[in-house]
């Protein structure tokens, strides 16, 4: 066959299969947690957050291009029934580095899945100046900031696209803003939004770091009506078990849903995945936490403008893929809003029964796009729905 | 009451001496917190410094501010961890390990700044008709700004003057995409209505509806990085043009060459509108000796990508090297549309990472 037929063909396959996805390169997993050496956490900004193994707290750094491993040194195993609840989180980390409340935007929120401990990834004002900061909540609702001078760490770069021309100040205007990122089978994945190009890629970078490792690109596709396929970034992901085979689930910033199956990620390998929702237009979804309860599978889904919602995802390997023209809409995968939960801003999974929310007054914006939250911003740790 | 201001030298004033130990006073003075006038022990207290003295940022239940403490010629000294802010009240307390009333003194940070400064100074696209699947928005402004505020400052008006909300909305919610300068914010059509087959775009349409005339407006309220409002707002009409579905094709553009010697551009013509960032790094000139060094200007509303070198000409082959990610206004890259019609051109994917353009220069 023509090496240009090959290809056409293979289009089609995916083209029918929904979404195309190319794997190039993957480690295998690496052993974890090998003690990291101790020193200055290299934090320009500190955003998206990650728990790897015993304690190990990835950070994604925009600014400075880069994801920081943190060994929180936090890995003893919490007691049962161990919640976090505070009022204000933002004005006692605004007291700790002394600012006014309003000067801390708080970036992502994780638990601890070992210690149960809660980890805040914010900034310490609003400008290019901004301090990163980390701060930690405990299970005694005590709030504190890491010390960043002095921890066990690890950093990778992220560095590898074309040096763009230097603006007045000097600096490189291309970033790309790390929307999403888990720890999955010894490899960090890592998804981000480019503030130039529109196909942003998805990074699986093998963790412990490794010098100039920098990691496999994905290239996503998904297709509407089976149809038109976009590139389009993944905004938030979570692994996930579907008809016992593991994938990643994954919500892109124009509302679909899809999953792709983790076991087929292999070098060159060109895998199949579906679309299984649409959420709808007018949103971002920010937050994914998969649960079970009473024996049915839900996927708790924070989002810009639809607030919270609770996927039913019973059995998601009975959802067709888009293998010939149809619609995929809100229909695809039944949901429910949860009226609940207002005001929501972050999602974390705490344990099998529990969910921490963070949740704020809508900020000055319309009501579809109200922006950052205006404090006080709330820590509450409340049963699954 | 009145505040001590951080602003100048080391200030000293008493507020609220209730203290036994009269001769005690809480001063702030190069950058830290020191408690004058009692006799600090060379090793601290067994339940720490802070048991002793410590300073609040905040009002109500709140830590205190973080730091580190040192005798200092037999002063007890606090040194913030991160330097003192404007618009913070804060409140020393000491408590003498003897007893007694605590000393407490309150210092106000330095005064906000006041001046406007801040501007918009351009957006991309610059020309007035955008079409109707325009996919990015660059808003370039004067000086660093203040993030979180987007939400609230930017909005698109209809031809009645009316903002376009709720499912009309054209701008996509979520996190703000600075550039690490933050003076510029990269701003997101909602993709959901652009793609064809889904939902929305059935349902609402595009964002910027063909022959539908709208205005981009900025709101001189945005905070710079100092918190400081803009010295003005900003607005821009704009004009709804047929949906661009094609992709840019390099066959199709225009490459006038330099003469040799001379110090004139090399000048790219595009048939439409390309993305401002992206013409600025993803088009480079490649020559006898390798990659050749200059200057890129774009012009002529985005139609135009002209670029001069460091050294005039020199005679010789050259090409324009573009790399197959550089988008139109509409999110098409060289060989892919935005979205792919797989029926119809599926063999238009190209795979290539750059495409080049030969021109000689004599």
């Known amino acids: ?385 | 009451m009145r505040k001590v201001s951080l602003a100048g030298a080391a200030i000293i004033l008493l507020w609220g001496m209730i203290a036994a130990a009269q001769n005690i006073s809480l001063q702030f003075t190069g950058g830290a917190f020191k408690v004058a006038g009692w006799q600090a022990p060379s090793n601290p207290p067994s339940q720490g410094w802070s048991s002793v003295f410590a300073v609040f940022a905040g009002k109500g239940d709140v830590p205190p501010l973080l730091g580190s403490y040192a005798v200092e010629g037999g002063a007890l000294v606090f040194h913030p961890t991160y330097p003192i802010a404007a618009g913070v009240e804060y409140r020393a307390v000491f408590h003498a390990p003897a007893g007694g009333a605590p000393v407490e003194k309150a210092f106000a940070g330095p005064p906000r700044p006041t001046n406007r400064i801040a501007r918009v100074e351009r957006v991309f696209p610059s020309g007035d008709v955008w079409p109707s699947n325009q996919l990015r928005v660059y808003i370039y402004f004067s000086e660093p700004m203040s993030r979180g505020e987007a939400a609230s400052r930017i909005h698109m008006l209809d031809s009645a003057g009316k903002e376009l909300a709720g499912a009309h909305a054209v701008f996509l919610p979520g996190e703000e995409l600075w550039d690490p300068d933050f003076r510029r914010l990269t701003m997101t059509l909602d993709p959901g209505r652009i793609k064809r087959g889904l939902t929305s775009n059935e349902a609402i349409g595009p964002p910027l509806t063909e022959g539908a005339h709208f205005t981009l407006v900025i709101d001189s309220d945005w905070h710079d990085a100092r918190g400081v409002s803009m010295v003005e707002g900003f607005r821009k009409a704009i004009r709804g043009g047929p949906a661009e579905r094609t992709p840019p094709d390099p066959k199709l553009w225009t490459v006038t060459a330099p003469r040799a010697g001379a110090e004139t551009p090399v000048v790219i013509a595009f048939p439409a509108p390309m993305n401002y960032p992206l013409l600025q790094r993803m088009i480079r000139v490649s020559g006898p000796n390798g990659i050749v060094p200059g200057t890129v200007a774009i012009g002529r509303e985005e139609r135009e990508w002209r670029f001069v070198p460091q050294q005039a000409w020199a005679a010789g082959s050259y090409q324009l090297v573009a790399d197959t990610g550089l988008e139109d206004l509409a999110g098409n890259h060289i060989g892919q549309p935005f979205d792919l019609d797989v029926f119809n051109k599926v063999t238009e994917r190209i795979e290539t990472k750059t495409v080049s353009l030969p021109f000689r220069v004599r």
């Open chain 1, 1 to 385: 066959m023509h090496l240009k037929s090959k290809i056409n063909s293979a289009l089609m396959v995916c083209a029918a299969a929904g979404l195309a996805l190319t794997f190039t390169t993957i480690s295998k997993t690496a052993p974890a947690n090998e003690s990291l050496p101790l020193g200055k956490v290299p934090l320009t900004s500190a955003g998206a957050l990650a728990f790897g193994p015993n304690g190990i707290l990835f950070v994604a750094d925009s600014v400075g291009a880069q994801i920081v491993a943190i060994d929180t040194q936090d890995a003893k195993k919490a007691k049962a029934g161990a919640a976090v609840n505070v009022e204000g989180v933002d004005a006692k980390i605004a007291a700790l580095v002394g600012v006014p409340a309003d000067q801390i935007v708080i970036n992502d929120v994780k638990v601890n899945p070992i210690s149960k401990n809660v980890y805040i990834s914010a900034s310490r004002g609003k400008g290019p100046d901004a301090a990163a900061l980390i701060a930690k909540v405990d299970t005694t609702d005590k709030v504190s900031v890491l010390s960043l001078d002095s921890e066990h760490n690890a950093a990778v770069s992220l560095v590898d696209a074309p040096e763009s021309k230097a603006t007045g100040r000097g600096g490189n205007p291309r970033m790309q803003t790390i929307t999403g990122m888990n720890y999955i089978n010894g490899n960090l994945m890592v998804a981000g939004l480019s503030n130039e190009e529109w196909n942003s890629a998805l990074r699986s970078i093998p963790y412990p770091f490794k010098t100039a490792e920098k990691g496999a690109t994905l290239q996503i596709w998904h297709s509407s009506h089976g149809r038109y396929e976009t590139q389009a970034p993944i905004r938030t992901f979570v692994p996930y078990n579907i008809g016992g085979k593991p994938y990643v689930l994954a919500a892109y910033t124009c509302t679909p849903l899809v999953k792709i199956p983790v076991d087929e990620l292999k070098p060159g390998a060109m895998v199949k995945g579906a679309e299984i929702a649409d959420l709808g237009a007018g949103n971002q979804p920010l937050d994914m936490v998969p649960y079970e309860k009473d024996g049915h599978n839900y996927i708790l889904i924070a989002n810009t403008s639809f607030g919270v919602v609770k996927l039913k995802a019973d059995k998601l390997e009975s959802y067709p893929t888009i293998g010939e023209p149809q619609r995929t809409d809100v229909a695809g995968v039944p949901y429910d809003k949860v009226g609940n939960l207002q005001n929501v801003q972050h999602l974390a999974a705490v344990d099998s029964s529990n969910v921490l929310v963070m949740t704020g007054h809508p900020g000055a914006g319309p009501a579809y796009n109200p922006g950052p939250p205006v404090g006080p911003i709330n820590l509450n740790t409340v049963a699954l729905p």
